[in-house]
């Protein structure tokens, strides 16, 4: 129940921001509805950027918490992408390497911030699928946060 929802594909793209060699694209899946994210490139202009409300970054100010980011690879083979963040004056996370596989499942991060400064602007989680340079796509269902305690 304490868990924050920052993004959910039942509602469309809301709340992402691609890079020029980046796509989104509303999908149905078996698993339920879904973006398909395309990173063209494996530097910046190929992230898309999930906006965190700056409500949800005050909460996590001066805790340990669990960011859970549920996707899956759009095809019968593994996707390798990356995941890092941006929470401004809360700090960052250090990029993390996935593996997307067929079956849908959460990928998890855990982050410390000590900073108890409370941020004024939302923040971004950064994900980006082609890593590994063969421009597959993952499909992404979700993505939440559990704030600390």
Excluded at 110 to 124: E, K, M, Q, Y
Excluded at 125 to 145: F, M, T
Aim: hydrophobic share 35%; charged share 20%.
């Amino acid at each position: 129940d304490d868990w924050q929802e920052v993004f959910n594909a039942e509602r469309g793209n809301e709340g992402l921001q691609t890079g020029s060699l980046s796509a989104v694209e509303p999908i149905t899946t078996p698993a339920g509805k879904a973006v398909r994210l395309t990173s063209r490139v494996s530097e910046a202009d190929g992230n898309v950027a999930i906006t965190v409300p700056t409500e949800v970054l005050r909460e996590m100010a001066g805790k340990s918490s669990t960011i859970s980011i549920t996707l899956q690879s759009s095809s019968d083979r593994q996707t390798q992408l990356s995941i890092s963040c941006d929470f401004g004056s809360l700090g960052d996370c250090a990029r993390h390497r996935f593996t997307a596989t067929p079956e849908r499942a959460d990928m998890l991060i855990n982050v410390t911030f000590d900073r108890t400064l409370a941020p004024n602007s939302p923040g971004r989680i950064i994900i980006n699928s082609d890593i590994d340079g063969n421009g597959r796509p993952i499909n992404l269902y979700s993505v939440r946060i559990l704030p600390g305690q």
